[in-house]
């Protein structure tokens, strides 16, 4: 199904609603066995904080085979008026050689359900818009009022989730797109994807009148590129802090370096749209925190360090003439000798690595080399350094590990000078 | 005997010399278009070089991975320079050939329309063995990286196997197209490739049997291998 025909059809769903204040997202795909709760949660919710607001609750189905879209209907009774729209109707194997839009959340064209949401939210001129991913267990009824109140009542356009996760979760968020776009743009927002987002009426039309749905950057992963335009347009921004995140996903299907590639490359491809912005920017500053004060999570998953090293030393092995191509020679040099050392000694130092991410930049920027092999070319670099943290900090506490990252951070925007001087004048 | 003797060696002369003020044009023109294929064949590679020049040329190579697929062959010179002496001397070739052609030998009669007949075919030829090698490029550095992703340790056989695989085909393809061997080129391709798949599928059936019914088991009972719980973004 096409953007217009969706559209048409979420428009006949809409009825005689005209105007209401707030609309929620909830993008589906076979997920009738999280959806009763998410719904029934997030109707608790409205009728906690906002009473008396007029909302519509709009899900946008990716082809679920599970009757998903009925069970929503069926959730939210005759209590608000639902719009269901479906989309797309593929399945969910990504291909071997293409950028699939496929995201943390495993809702194919998630992209496409954003674009309605944020249609309707102009339609109707609603005030905010939150959207809630219908895969995830640990969503509260407090989370309508973290996601909605600073948009509706302090004037934010884009409230960004904030998890507690357990040790090493989300590694690449915390190795490359947070301290990167952290850098760039000058907000520490932790860039974590899925589960819940408020957005302001304003920044919906943004997004919608910005070119990003059908080209290069609707290949990437969206929930990084909301975050990235949200920002380097200047946007008020916050934090809602939503406690443990508990979820189905469907990553497990998804490689690695699809994931990787979807997500680095939409900030690299918002490096080159905002290039104006983020030259300019220097230093960063704490965005506001709503809900209960952010805390490491404690609980540590199991890591396989010797197969993260392993990957990286084929990389090393397999990948070289490629990353001869995208690094440059003095990054390389230092990268090279890490191939030797024992898996107890491995380190990947964090300025070796921002430098790796940088060059990476450039080159994507330089398009040395076709774009999604550069980007997958990274998996193994980024496998080096995670084992390189896991080893480092495994044995300290939760603490450490934000320490680490906030260093980590804090490397990136001290070495953002040489990503300015070589993004001008290579 | 004397008047016969002198007749025959002025008929001879006159005969020469009549011949070689016949030829003398002609070698002329040989000389004249050689001079010119020089001349045109230098102005044609100045000006594709400027072009290509402009528009990046080498740069798109080396993206495409043209560059370092010329420089495994032992090309070392960048790309535009490859075409500006391949158009120089086709440039060349074909002002030569008119100046054979204006020689007008009976063994070179029907030289230039030959030429010209199969002009076609070599142009189609040049552009299948420039897309199979660009192909062959991409998809085996597509392979390469998915492979060392995926942690499989013989990753550059994977993606060898799949450039020279591509690169046979191409090769058949051209050949064909060129007209050489047509049915020795086919045969012998059917054979390889044949061959092989037969070699793999043996091999696969008697060494890896195991292998690949736990690998089998494992995606049809829907069995996720999970070496760590790490979820990375």
Known sequence: MTHETAWQQALRELGDVRKVEIIVGIPTFNNATTIEHVVKTVVAGLDKAFPHASVVIVNSDAGSRDATPEAVKQAVGERLPTVLVQHLATGLQPGPFSLHRLTESGVPGREEAFRVFFGITEELQAKACVVVDANVRSVTPDWMEFLLQPVLEKGAD???????????????TNSIVYPLNRALYGKRIRCQSGGGYGFSRRLASLYLSKDVWEEEAARFGIDTWLMSVAVAE????????????????????????????????AVFHYMEQYQDVWEGRKGSSTVPLIG?????????????????????????????????????????????????????????????????????????????????????????LYLGRTASLVIETRQGGPQDVEAAIELLCETFESRKPYLIQRWRFQ | MSELWQEAMVEAFRETTKR??????????????????????????????????????????????????????????????LVGRLSFWVVFLLFAFMGIDALDLPATANLMSVIIGFLPHVLAATVLLLFGLLMANFFAEAALIAAVNAQIQEARLVANLIRWG?????????????????????????????G??????????????????????????????????????
């Open chain 1, 158 to 172: 884009y409230v960004a989730p904030l998890f507690r996760r357990p040790r090493y979760e989300g590694s690449l």
């Open chain 1, 234 to 265: 200047g946007h008020e921004v916050c934090q809602a802090s939503l406690g443990a995140k508990v979820h189905d996903s469907k990553l497990s299907v998804v490689d690695l370096s699809i994931v990787l590639a979807q997500a680095v490359g």
């Open chain 1, 292 to 380: 209960p004060p952010y805390e490491p999570g404690t609980e540590t998953v199991p890591i396989n360090v010797d197969r993260l090293v392993k990957g990286f030393r084929q990389g090393l092995r397999d990948l070289l003439s490629i990353w001869e191509i995208i690094l440059a020679p003095e990054t390389l040099a230092d990268i090279l000798p890490l191939g030797l050392v024992e898996v107890e000694e491995f380190r990947f130092p964090m300025s070796l690595w921002v430098q790796t991410v940088y060059d990476f930049a450039l080159a994507y920027h330089e398009k040395v080399l076709h774009r999604e092999h550069l980007l997958k070319s990274l998996t193994p």
């Open chain 2, 20 to 81: 070689i003020a016949l030829f003398l044009p002609k070698l002329l023109a040989l000389l004249t278009f050689l001079i010119l294929g020089l001349v045109a064949g230098w102005f044609i590679k100045f000006i594709l070089l400027r072009i290509l020049k402009a528009v990046r040329f080498d740069l798109l190579c080396e993206r495409l991975g043209l560059a370092p697929a010329l420089a495994k062959a032992g090309m070392k010179q960048p790309a535009s320079h």
């Open chain 2, 166 to 194: 591509i690169l046979m085909f191409t090769a058949a393809m051209v050949l064909t197209q060129l007209g050489i061997a047509k049915e020795i080129v086919v045969a012998a391709f059917s054979i390889t490739f044949g």
């Open chain 2, 196 to 233: 092989i798949v037969l070699a793999l599928a043996i091999a696969l059936g008697l060494g890896g049997r195991n292998i690949a019914r736990e690998m089998l088991e494992r995606r049809l009972q829907q069995k996720k291998v999970k070496e760590d719980e790490m979820s990375h973004i």
